[in-house]
Nanobody, 125 residues
Framework: VQLQASGGGLVQAGGSLRLSCAAS????????MGWFRQAPGKERECVAA????????YYADSLKGRFTISRDNAENTVYLQMNSLKPEDTAVYYC???????????????????WGQGTQVTVSS
């Protein structure tokens, strides 16, 4: 499975961005998807995750109400809508696929099998 993330960029605080992650290759299996981010000097953290059906979602506590994860299985694409962005949201954002955790969500990065290349999000104050 190959993942291509896009949609990052430079935005002012309070602005919005929509990240996309398109999966290709062996996408016939059901899989959960997650968005992670990593800022310089910090550990990679899971910001959101979504099950194959879309019925289960997870958000980091600090992001609830600002970020929304969704997916389009027909297009093999997951989205992360980010609103009311803050400078502390600045990071490289990665999308990832978990084959084992397709409906039960996981936030642990080592349970994800495939990773996108990352897209930079920079929020200026």
């Amino acid at each position: 499975v190959q993942l291509q993330a896009s949609g990052g960029g430079l935005v002012q605080a309070g602005g919005s961005l929509r990240l996309s992650c398109a999966a290709s290759g062996r996408t016939r299996s059901r899989y959960g998807m997650g968005w992670f981010r990593q800022a310089p000097g910090k550990e990679r953290e899971c910001v959101a995750a979504i099950s194959w059906s879309g019925g289960n979602t997870y958000y980091a506590d600090s992001l609830k109400g600002r970020f929304t994860i969704s997916r389009d299985n027909a297009e093999n694409t997951v989205y992360l809508q980010m609103n009311s962005l803050k400078p502390e949201d600045t990071a490289v954002y990665y999308c990832a696929v978990s084959l084992a955790y397709s409906e039960v969500l996981t936030t642990q990065h080592f349970r994800y099998d495939y990773w996108g290349q990352g897209t930079q999000v920079t929020v200026s104050s």
